[in-house]
T-cell receptor, first 108, second 116 residues
Framework: GIQVEQSPPDLILQEGANSTLRCNFSDSVNNLQWFHQNPWGQLINLFYIPSGTKQNGRLSATTVATERYSLLYISSSQTTDSGVYFCAPRPYGQNFVFGPGTRLSVLP | NAGVTQTPKFQVLKTGQSMTLQCAQDMNHNSMYWYRQDPGMGLRLIYYSASEGTTDKGEVPNGYNVSRLNKREFSLRLESAAPSQTSVYFC???????????????FGQGTRLTVV
């Protein structure tokens, strides 16, 4: 099955800093989502981005499906951005497969 | 519009007990899923239902059964709970199953299950 890698595994930032999270996947996909799991365990949809670039406030995401990776950009980070960020690509005809996540801690 | 609703939010079971986790969605989605998340890990698919009347095994189905009661509801049953099933369980739904473009998934708030 598809292999999903996320980097870095852990990231500590000072409030206001920018960061880039990466998701690499081993097979062709027709769908990819980014999720934020907050410290209370809730999974929040960030982006549904099978290809191209999307922006939502301080967050943006880019997926280059032909090269099998996706990037999540967080600008001007805030303490409320802390948590775990998961990418979940979906190969053709299959279900979502979650990566191991990037744990982000934003310090005040 | 509640989205995906799971009950209960927390549960403690003794080894060997049985229980059913309930999930309901109000988005008129065709596909529903059950995942488990172990500490420090991503989510793994237990079972899914591509459409009403169908269910299929995911990556980690052993020890679980599911029922797609109707289009809205998808339940997960543990017949004889084991400590290895201690986990957080998430239900999700999407408009269409895999293979289609419009397949954004939405998740419930999770059920934290402890088996002692």
């Amino acid at each position: 099955g598809i292999q999903v890698e996320q980097s870095p595994p852990d990231l500590i930032l000072q409030e206001g800093a920018n960061s880039t999270l990466r998701c690499n996947f081993s097979d062709s996909v027709n769908n990819l989502q980014w999720f934020h799991q907050n410290p209370w365990g809730q999974l929040i949809n960030l982006f549904y981005i099978p290809s191209g670039t999307k922006q939502n406030g301080r967050l943006s995401a880019t997926t280059v499906a032909t090269e099998r990776y996706s990037l999540l950009y967080i600008s001007s980070s805030q303490t409320t951005d802390s948590g775990v960020y998961f990418c979940a690509p979906r190969p053709y005809g299959q279900n979502f497969v979650f990566g191991p996540g990037t744990r982000l801690s934003v310090l005040p | 519009n509640a989205g995906v609703t799971q009950t209960p939010k927390f549960q403690v079971l003794k080894t060997g007990q049985s229980m059913t986790l309930q999930c309901a969605q109000d988005m008129n989605h065709n596909s529903m899923y059950w995942y488990r998340q172990d500490p420090g890990m991503g989510l793994r698919l237990i079972y899914y239902s591509a459409s009403e009347g169908t269910t299929d095994k995911g990556e980690v189905p052993n020890g679980y059964n599911v029922s797609r009661l109707n289009k809205r509801e998808f339940s997960l049953r543990l017949e004889s709970a084991a400590p290895s099933q201690t986990s957080v369980y998430f239900c999700a739904s999407s408009l269409l199953p895999g293979g289609d473009v419009n397949t954004e998934a939405f998740f419930g708030q999770g059920t934290r299950l402890t088996v002692v």
